[in-house]
């Protein structure tokens, strides 16, 4: 390939303002993928500060703090990395309580891999909030994303969370979402509503996340309100099913977060019976709501991920179970060989076959089949009599992608959501300390 075909097939050209862009903290170049901010209302029971706590050399909000009612409720799900911030050990510890007042959120600094110091800053942070707040220091919750083995400054911090707690009501969620960013290029966030018996609720979600994206349970910071009356036990319960559909489905380069933390709040304020379990009057509706929520907001994170053109769904049918096709799916999903196969609009069905091989589950090259948006290019270990690759290549020239392969084995089904691998990628991480 001529390095002109390169240069057309790559945006590299855009990705190297980006990254320019970031390092100079101006405007960035919004991925092309971006969906618009939606129009959010408030949340009964929730009050947002953004403030400027000055992690980084910005002129920016990078401290959230949110005022939650009394008897909110919280569950959470976090990285299963074995290196996780002192956030995520806080979170952790805190959320058997199943109660919350307070969140702080962190922009700029992870705060992983920084020993006692980092632990020390979370701490006086989250104490700090409660104090502002006026409840206990175990129903403040917190998160950083940033920069990891970077201590979170803990005078900036306080400084932060205090300027943050002045400010509250003084911000809405785009305010919040922006504040939580960092190589995010466009403000993300959902809402959806639910009816429990005649009590129309609302969820809203604002998530960032844009690369270091590969779930373990979910991979980014996101965080969801809503004015439902939910007991601790079942929020936990309903938000695992729908990480489990969403968050933990997606992947934008195979690597998992240090920080990674998605936490449900559920303020009661809209008064209806609470909910206790799946036998509840209205608890499938709710649980279908917040998965709906959950997976647009796991979308969006996708159409941002770093360098991306294109959003990819992955569906596999016919393995063994749907965790074999998940597995399946993943490795498809993770493959550079297969992103950028997509990248340049190359129908490369090869390179899926080796992705399917390589998972480790039960495949039968006879019983495989492959194919491209509507097009089916292989099928029982060669490629179809007749293929005609014209259809698929206008498929792979627009902004998304579904490719599907079915095992023809057993009843098992998943599907997973990646974005193609460009030198964007490569040009945003090279500079992301600079």
Same mark, same amino acid.
């Given at each position: 390939?001529?390095?002109? =075909?390169?240069?057309?097939?790559?945006?590299?050209?855009?990705?190297?303002?980006?990254?320019?862009?970031?390092?100079?903290?101006?405007?960035?170049?919004?991925?092309?993928?971006?969906?618009?901010?939606?129009?959010?209302?408030?949340?009964?029971?929730?009050?947002?500060?953004?403030?400027?706590?000055?992690?980084?050399?910005?002129?920016?909000?990078?401290?959230?703090?949110?005022?939650?009612?009394?008897?909110?409720?919280?569950?959470?799900?976090?990285?299963?990395?074995?290196?996780?911030?002192?956030?995520?050990?806080?979170?952790?510890?805190?959320?058997?309580?199943?109660?919350?007042?307070?969140?702080?959120?962190?922009?700029?600094?992870?705060?992983?891999?920084?020993?006692?110091?980092?632990?020390?800053?979370?701490?006086?942070?989250?104490?700090?909030?409660?104090?502002?707040?006026?409840?206990?220091?175990?129903?403040?919750?917190?998160? =950083?994303?940033?920069?990891?083995?970077?201590?979170?400054?803990?005078?900036?911090?306080?400084?932060?969370?205090?300027?943050?707690?002045?400010?509250?009501?003084?911000?809405?969620?785009?305010?919040?979402?922006?504040?939580?960013?960092?190589?995010?290029?466009?403000?993300?966030?959902?809402?959806?509503?639910?009816?429990?018996?005649?009590?129309?609720?609302?969820?809203?979600?604002?998530?960032?996340?844009?690369?270091?994206?590969?779930?373990?349970?979910?991979?980014?910071?996101?965080?969801?309100?809503?004015?439902?009356?939910?007991?601790?036990?079942?929020?936990?319960?309903?938000?695992?099913?729908?990480?489990?559909?969403?968050?933990?489905?997606?992947?934008?380069?195979?690597?998992?977060?240090?920080?990674?933390?998605?936490?449900?709040?559920?303020?009661?304020?809209?008064?209806?019976?609470?909910?206790?379990?799946?036998?509840?009057?209205?608890?499938?509706?709710?649980?279908?709501?917040?998965?709906?929520?959950?997976?647009?907001?796991?979308?969006?994170?996708?159409?941002?991920?770093?360098?991306?053109?294109?959003?990819?769904?992955?569906?596999?049918?016919?393995?063994? =179970?749907?965790?074999?096709?998940?597995?399946?799916?993943?490795?498809?999903?993770?493959?550079?060989?297969?992103?950028?196969?997509?990248?340049?609009?190359?129908?490369?069905?090869?390179?899926?076959?080796?992705?399917?091989?390589?998972?480790?589950?039960?495949?039968?090259?006879?019983?495989?089949?492959?194919?491209?948006?509507?097009?089916?290019?292989?099928?029982?270990?060669?490629?179809?009599?007749?293929?005609?690759?014209?259809?698929?290549?206008?498929?792979?020239?627009?902004?998304?992608?579904?490719?599907?392969?079915?095992?023809?084995?057993?009843?098992?089904? =998943?599907?997973?959501?990646?974005?193609?691998?460009?030198?964007?990628?490569?040009?945003?991480?090279?500079?992301?300390?600079?």
């Amino acid at each position: 390939m001529s390095p002109e =075909s390169i240069a057309r097939r790559l945006p590299e050209a855009k990705a190297l303002d980006l990254a320019v862009a970031r390092r100079h903290d101006v405007t960035m170049t919004t991925s092309p993928l971006a969906r618009p901010f939606p129009e959010l209302g408030p949340v009964a029971g929730v009050r947002i500060g953004t403030a400027t706590a000055g992690y980084k050399p910005w002129q920016r909000a990078d401290v959230t703090l949110v005022e939650l009612a009394p008897g909110t409720a919280v569950a959470g799900v976090l990285t299963r990395s074995r290196c996780p911030s002192p956030e995520v050990e806080l979170c952790r510890a805190r959320l058997p309580g199943g109660r919350a007042r307070g969140l702080v959120v962190n922009a700029g600094n992870s705060n992983a891999f920084t020993g006692m110091a980092g632990r020390e800053a979370a701490t006086a942070q989250t104490g700090a909030a409660a104090a502002l707040l006026g409840c206990a220091v175990e129903d403040v919750f917190s998160a =950083s994303t940033g920069v990891i083995g970077v201590p979170l400054p803990q005078d900036k911090a306080v400084a932060g969370v205090k300027a943050a707690h002045a400010a509250l009501g003084g911000s809405d969620f785009l305010a919040a979402t922006n504040a939580i960013g960092t190589t995010d290029t466009f403000p993300k966030a959902a809402s959806v509503a639910a009816l429990i018996g005649e009590t129309r609720v609302t969820l809203t979600g604002i998530i960032k996340g844009s690369g270091m994206i590969a779930p373990d349970m979910a991979t980014m910071l996101g965080f969801i309100f809503t004015d439902a009356s939910v007991a601790p036990d079942f929020l936990q319960a309903a938000l695992t099913r729908a990480n489990a559909r969403s968050f933990s489905c997606i992947t934008v380069d195979g690597d998992t977060s240090t920080s990674d933390t998605v936490l449900a709040f559920a303020t009661g304020a809209a008064g209806h019976a609470e909910l206790t379990g799946w036998d509840s009057p209205g608890a499938d509706a709710f649980a279908a709501a917040l998965h709906d929520l959950c997976r647009q907001l796991a979308l969006l994170v996708v159409r941002d991920g770093e360098g991306a053109t294109k959003l990819i769904a992955v569906t596999v049918t016919g393995a063994e =179970s749907d965790a074999a096709a998940h597995r399946i799916g993943m490795s498809i999903a993770n493959s550079p060989l297969v992103k950028t196969a997509i990248a340049g609009g190359d129908a490369n069905w090869g390179r899926v076959v080796m992705a399917v091989g390589k998972a480790g589950e039960t495949a039968e090259r006879d019983l495989l089949s492959i194919r491209f948006g509507t097009t089916e290019v292989a099928r029982a270990g060669a490629v179809v009599p007749g293929y005609d690759e014209a259809p698929v290549a206008a498929h792979l020239a627009g902004d998304s992608v579904d490719i599907a392969v079915d095992l023809g084995i057993g009843p098992g089904r =998943s599907q997973v959501w990646t974005c193609d691998l460009t030198h964007g990628y490569i040009s945003i991480n090279a500079d992301y300390r600079s």
